[in-house]
């Protein structure tokens, strides 16, 4: 694949990068090791792995939170020095500002970059109707469902109109039918706006629903890229019955079969862990 | 604006709900779980006030309690009156509020810097923490004998003295708060496009407030208890002095009336402080029960 003419400059590209800590008692703990990730414009990329495997650490090398400790990560042929300025992320954690209000963490983005007030707020109620929000613009975080808080949060992080989405188990934290709702939301938004999508999840199922590409951790510490899948399931996708698609169900098989063995990988390394404990 | 109709049994903490669309209206609906309505308490704890009050005075009036070291409540109300009708406590208590409120505002100003410099400059903390702690460790009492010889027997001794006793308490909160911002919402806004500027009146000083608050309570009270225990040691006015007076000439009653006077100023700021904090913390779910 690596003879593509044109040689487009990717949304997201990480290359051979490896993130270790220094272990307190001596010696490296490797986060994540090698890892190669190439994500193109517009394209709708998942990574899913058994926990532990390093993924948000991932993630967050691509928002340049984090630099990695060799390799090198470009955003749109750019190497990223600081803070990715392309993209947004959405935390699997609740980070809207409780001290402020719906409306004020919507249009945080803007004001930080110097829109004026008015201008802000009036792009923030387009973006709050957009996700459902519209009567609730006056609340406050925590007087939201958590279902609410994430669609503020998907608000927020669209409202700057980044090229990149980085997003870190959005969903994770909600119930299964909201889930699927604001699955189903997230690809309607994503389909018209020719955005790139890194979406982290633990849910295959998940993950091949959305994805135009899935991505396979193996197992932690140290983790790699195992596997890479095209999902070429046409679009528009209606998730609500995608389970049910006899290409669905044949990628699922396919791709399960390699994620289980790194899945039971992790599953025994705990396992023997507790034993030396006790 | 009673303080018990205010207290939610909501807890704020980790509210992992699964997402149910539910539109809860907080503060409302929340009734008091005792079965008690506020009125009701309001009167049993005067009825309790009363009772405490009434023992005492039977008990001294009955000879079974010492009149001279616990005048009875009657002359000690009647003192307080005569303090106040004759205006000979108020010159008192605006020098012991002038000091105070020096010391709250310099204190905490110094406090909130410092606090907030320390937070932000991981080397300025590692190298200044042993001093402070080390400060900090001294019983600040001792401090009013060479504050005195310092600034003399007028208001500064005090302010000086008040000043020692909040900068700690503002300074360790702010650092505390400053430092224990939960590492997502500055990762948050800082993808957003916070610079540190904007971080710091966007996440860092919001996030602190509360923390500021919890400690705002405590060193209003420390630094009147500064200016008092002040006046208390050496001072020619405030009610300190007035108490040390009384105690000079074994006035109990007039050790009890200042003490009572006290006890209703730092109330009356107290409940201002309230005011200000529900104002400013609006935006939290509802004030534990402390």
């Known amino acids: 694949m690596k003879e593509s003419v044109t040689a487009p400059a990717y949304a997201v590209e990480l290359d051979g990068c490896t993130k270790e800590y220094p272990i307190p008692g001596g010696g490296t703990y490797f986060a994540v090791r090698d890892i190669n990730l190439k994500v193109k414009p517009g394209r709708f990329v998942s990574i899913v792995g058994p926990t532990g495997s390093g993924k948000s650490t991932i993630l967050s090398m691509a928002a340049g939170l984090l630099t990695p400790s060799s390799g090198d990560v470009r955003s749109f042929g750019a190497p990223v020095q600081g803070v990715n300025r392309r993209a947004s992320y959405m935390f699997q954690q609740d980070a809207l500002l409780p001290w402020k209000s719906v409306i004020d963490n919507v249009s945080l983005g803007l004001t930080l970059a110097g829109v004026s007030k008015a201008d802000a707020y009036s792009e923030a109620r387009r973006w709050l109707e957009k996700v459902g929000l519209k009567n609730f613009a006056d609340r406050y975080p925590h007087q939201l469902s958590g279902g609410m808080r994430k669609r503020t949060a998907v608000a927020q992080a669209w409202i700057v109109n980044p090229d990149i989405l980085l997003m870190d188990e959005p969903f994770s934290a909600l119930d299964v039918q909201t889930r699927q709702i604001m699955e189903n939301e997230l690809l309607q938004l994503w389909q018209e706006s020719g955005k790139a999508v890194v979406f982290i999840t633990h849910d295959l199922d998940e993950a091949i629903a959305l994805s135009d590409e899935v991505v396979i951790l193996g197992a932690g510490p140290g983790s790699t890229v195992v596997g890479t899948y095209e999902i070429s399931i046409p679009r528009p996708r209606d998730l609500l019955d995608i389970r049910d698609d006899p290409q669905f169900i044949d990628l699922h098989r396919e791709i399960w079969g390699r994620l289980k063995v790194e899945v039971s990988k992790t599953y025994e390394a705990a396992l023997a862990e507790e034993g030396e404990v006790a | ?290």
């Open chain 2, 1 to 290: 604006m009673t303080m018990t109709g205010s207290k939610n049994p909501v807890q704020k903490s980790l509210e992992r709900d699964g997402g149910h669309l539910v539109r809860r209206s907080p503060g409302k609906g929340s009734q008091p779980k005792s079965g008690a309505s506020a009125l009701t308490m309001r009167l049993t704890q005067l009825v309790l006030a009363l009772v405490v009050l009434g023992a005492w005075e039977l008990l001294v009036r009955a000879g079974i309690i010492d009149e001279f070291f616990f005048p009875r409540p009657s002359d000690i109300l009647s003192t307080v009156w005569v303090w106040i009708s004759t205006g000979y406590v108020f010159p008192h208590l605006l020098i012991t509020m002038e000091e105070s409120i020096l010391a709250f505002i310099v204190g905490a100003a110094a406090g909130l810097f410092l606090g907030f410099l320390l937070a932000r400059v991981r080397f300025l903390e590692r190298l200044l923490d042993p001093f402070l702690q080390m400060f900090n460790a001294l019983p600040r009492v001792v401090l009013a004998p060479i504050f005195l010889l310092w600034f003399g027997l007028g208001i500064w001794s005090k302010v000086a003295f008040g000043f020692t006793l909040v900068f700690f308490i503002v300074f360790f909160n702010t650092l505390e708060g400053v430092k224990g911002v939960d590492r997502v919402l500055v990762d948050n806004a800082r993808m957003l496009g916070a610079t540190e500027k904007q971080l710091l009146r966007h996440v860092f000083i919001p996030s602190a407030l509360t923390w500021i608050f919890s400690s705002l309570h405590i060193s209003v009270g420390f630094a009147i208890t500064g200016a008092v225990v002040g006046e208390y040691l050496g001072a020619s006015s405030g009610v300190g002095y007035a108490i040390a007076q009384a105690q000079g000439v074994f006035d109990t009653r007039g050790v009890f009336a200042g003490m009572f006077i006290l006890m209703f100023a730092v109330l009356i700021i107290d409940l201002l402080v309230n005011r200000l904090e529900k104002h400013l913390l609006k935006w939290r779910p509802s004030r534990s029960a402390t």
